[in-house]
């Protein structure tokens, strides 16, 4: 599902975020990516989606090269990625409802699907009641299922989320987790950036570990 | 026990438009004046299947709940085009009257005051003798003081007090052609005639005329492309504070796999829209315009003993003012976006 070739990644300012990275998932796998403030777990996601390139190596997502992808090209790469944002990006000015149907819209869907699709998936997180509210009025735990609704209303085979549960208390971190670990029993790959090693170890997925931009422990099923 | 936690920075949209807090915890669209449970057919609606339709439903409800650089670049827009469209429509009917008077090519001798009958009649037959002469008319000085008092309406009155009648016999014809060159040389020509003291035409007014608009046309007309450049410019400027306004819903679309045209179209909706309404603002402020000057020229025409009819923009220079606002607003929403808008 995605590859890793000695990747390296360095920032315009000079800053190496990441070192000779290397690593793969699986279809269908569950891995957490761990690892203290700085180590790059972030730009590891966002070189999957493309959002930064790599300076060295290759990124292979669904087994095509991402930065040899046309901008013709990148908007089907990024519909099959549910991206999940630590500050969740929702966006204020529209409901619950829309900020959901928005990523089918992109998604070019049959707009008589929509109504229901959302409908559905925002039943799955346990927000059917507010659909209709502004994410604002909103508790944090809420707007992460808001976040994690969006990003699964297409059913993309892959989910990458950024600290998740960063921002949340343990009980509701424990929630949002169980809505992972739904989604990887419904045969989505996950891979889930966190540094709450407890929350990780709760769960019994792998690791990936990384500390200044190296991987650290890499689990056998994820060896490149 | 608090079961929820509230993440450490939260942005809050809703105090920066200045709502209260009570507003803000109640459903969106409770807070748009609908009461009641708000219906799933709302949004149903909203989805329709065609791509422009939506993106055009996006951006109108983008301009119609924007702020109010949207309204006033519309205003902009509107007074723009309806000083093109003032202008379109002085040149055109000045335009149809020179057309008229080159048209008439209507010449007027004045014979002097001593001319006697007989001195008439031999103008007249050397008149006749001309070829390219028709229409051969001879006002007397009295019918030339009637044309005066109709001319002059009710202060003909002041007329009355003259003993003698100053006026002379005077001959009137038309010359067949169109040539101004022709009709100047015939001019001097029987102007050079002993019995003749003086010879006016049309054709000369409406030569001078002509060369005036033809001035006013090219100053006007650079003058217009400037004012509508500074017009797409400021288009392009609104259209920006828009993208700027936007911008985290453009990076999450994006993010999301939005395509160009995707993220693109509302804005370029949004160009359209203002182009649109410009437009139509212009017509209507154009049409109120003509007829109050339709009223005045009609009066004013006829306290001098003629008649004159305005007439407005033709379909096509009316097609082609909404297709100017138009393209406009699509040239100054395709600028911001070429400059401001990475994809």
């Not at chain 1, 019994?204 to 056998?220: A, E, R």
């Not at chain 2, 019918?143 to 009710?154: C, F, I, N, Q, S």
């Not at chain 2, 102007?191 to 001035?215: H, I």
Request: aromatic share 8%.
């Amino acid at each position: 599902m995605v590859r890793f070739h000695n990747v390296s990644m360095r920032y315009p300012t000079g800053y190496e975020a990441l070192k000779g990275v290397s690593f793969r998932l699986n279809p269908g796998s569950f891995y957490f990516l761990t690892g203290p403030s700085g180590a790059g777990k972030t730009s590891v996601l966002k070189l999957i989606y493309r959002a930064e390139l790599a300076s060295e190596g290759a990124v292979l997502v669904q087994g095509r090269n991402v930065e040899q992808l046309t901008s013709a090209q990148l908007p089907t790469l990024r519909r099959g990625i549910g991206v999940i944002f630590q500050d969740y990006k929702l966006l204020y000015d529209r409901s619950v409802f829309d900020n959901v149907a928005l990523a089918m819209e992109v998604a070019g869907h049959d707009p008589e699907r929509i109504p229901g699709q959302v409908s559905r998936t925002l039943e799955s997180v346990g927000l059917k009641e507010r659909m209709y509210h502004n994410p604002i009025a909103l508790s944090g735990g809420e707007q992460q299922r808001v976040a994690i609704a969006r990003a699964t209303v297409n059913r993309p085979p892959l989910v990458i989320a950024d600290e998740p549960t960063g921002n949340l208390d343990r009980e509701m971190g424990r929630r949002i987790m169980a809505l992972f670990h739904n989604l990887y029993q419904q045969g989505t790959t996950i891979l889930l950036v966190t540094h709450d090693l407890d929350l990780a170890l709760e769960l019994g997925h792998p690791q990936i570990s990384m500390v200044d931009g190296c991987l650290t422990q890499v689990p056998d099923s994820a060896q490149p | 026990m608090t079961t929820e936690s509230h993440p450490v920075q939260r942005r809050d949209p809703g105090q920066k438009k200045g709502l209260p807090p009570a507003n803000r915890n109640r459903p969106v669209n409770a807070r748009r004046g609908r009461p009641g449970q708000p219906k799933i057919l709302d949004h149903a609606t909203s989805y329709t299947h065609n791509f422009h339709l939506r993106s055009l439903f996006r951006a109108w409800r983008r301009f119609r709940g924007g702020s109010l650089s949207h309204w006033t670049t519309t205003v902009i827009i509107a007074l723009s085009l309806t000083i093109h469209g003032c202008f379109v429509l002085l040149l055109a009917n000045a335009d149809s009257a020179i057309e008229k008077w080159k048209g008439d090519n209507l010449v007027t001798v004045f014979l002097k005051k001593e001319t006697t009958v007989s001195q008439l009649s031999q103008v007249r037959d050397q008149l006749l003798g001309k070829a390219e002469i028709k229409n051969l008319n001879v006002v007397s000085p009295n019918d030339a003081m009637e044309r005066m008092k109709t001319m002059l309406g009710p202060e003909s009155g002041l007329l009355n007090d003259l003993n003698d009648n100053p006026l002379s016999y005077s001959l009137e014809f038309h010359v067949l052609g169109n040539d101004p060159n022709h009709t100047s040389f015939l001019a001097r020509e029987i102007g050079s005639w002993p019995d003749v003291e003086a010879v006016s035409y049309d054709q000369e007014w409406a030569r001078k005329l002509s060369a005036a608009v033809q001035f006013i046309r090219f100053t006007g007309m650079s003058l217009l492309l400037l004012l509508l450049t500074a017009v797409a410019l400021i288009i392009s400027n609104t259209i920006k504070l828009t993208i700027v306004a936007r911008r985290d819903e453009i990076e999450v679309m994006r993010f999301m796999g939005a395509t160009d045209m995707f993220i693109k179209a509302p804005f370029i909706y949004e160009g359209f829209i203002q182009g649109l309404l410009g437009a139509l603002g212009a017509i209507g402020m154009i049409f109120t315009l003509y007829h109050g000057a339709a009223r005045v020229t009609s009066e004013l025409t006829h306290t001098f003993g003629f008649h004159m009819a305005l007439s407005f923009l033709s379909f096509p220079q009316l097609s082609f003012l909404l297709i100017l606002g138009i393209g406009l607003g699509l040239i100054g929403a395709l600028i911001s976006l070429s400059r401001f808008l990475e994809i």
